[in-house]
């Protein structure tokens, strides 16, 4: 019922889904949702397949940071165009992405779970990105951390933590794009999840199409919590 429920582009990683959801105890409808959202599928990806890249936009990088973002950027094969700006009184240099798919595409995003090639780096130096069973297994352990960061209690003044329920897979989701400290800031500050995601709508989109499929799976025989 599971396979009957996801778009054609998606059959082929029903199996892989599968086992990453149950690896991390993650939703398998959350993830094929993401998936949907972050890749098409691969239908998204220069060139269209699990080896290809997205996400192809410049990044305005600090040098010498204490994450040394720019650095490692460089180090996997970003290159600096040349163009510059000041913000808060810092130059910012433009950095684009590195050159990954299999004849040159440029993009940050690796593959059908899109994983940022800087929070990846491991990945990108092997290539393992490149084999879907790998690439979604991946995407639902970073689900898994967005779970376990949003359900963990902080004594901070302010702090939302620990979330459940709605709250919770709206920050989860949201997460999945613009990164749990991103998503907590925005908490914190009394703002909605997507208030930085892009479009401003990833996690409405997401939990979109998550109740699709699951509405799919339902007509398609399933039973609730048995994929």
């Known amino acids: 019922a599971f396979r009957r429920a996801l778009p ?44 290809g890249v997205g996400d192809p936009t410049s990044r305005m990088m600090y040098r010498g940071t ?5 650095e490692l950027a460089l180090s996997l094969g970003a290159r600096e ?22 004849t040159g595409e440029r993009g940050w995003g690796l593959g059908l779970m899109q994983l940022d090639a800087l929070a ?4 990108v130096r092997s290539g393992a990105w490149r084999d879907p069973k790998t ?9 898994r951390k967005s779970i376990d960061f949003f359900t963990r209690p902080s004594p901070a003044k302010g702090d939302p933590r620990p979330l459940t329920g709605d709250a919770l897979r709206t920050a989860i989701t949201a997460a999945y794009n613009v990164g749990d400290a991103g ?4 908490l914190m500050q009394g703002q909605h999840p997507d208030t930085r995601t892009t479009g401003k709508d990833y996690s409405a989109d997401v939990q979109r199409r998550t109740t699709a499929l699951v509405t799919a799976f339902v007509a398609a025989g399933g039973r609730p919590g048995v994929a």
């Open 8 to 51: 054609a582009n998606a059959v082929p990683y029903a199996d892989h889904i599968l086992a990453a959801a149950a690896a991390t105890d993650v939703s398998p409808f959350l993830g094929a949702a993401i998936g949907m959202r972050e890749s098409g599928w691969g239908t998204f990806l220069r060139p269209r397949s699990p080896a």
């Open 135 to 143: 690439n979604i297994l991946e995407g639902f352990k970073h689900l």
């Open 66 to 70: 204490k994450d040394k973002k720019m």
């Open 120 to 123: 990846f780096p491991a990945l």
């Open 183 to 186: 998503v907590l800031r925005a």
């Open 81 to 102: 165009t040349g163009r510059t700006d000041e913000k808060d009184g810092k130059t910012r240099y433009e950095v684009e992405p590195p050159a990954l798919g299999p």
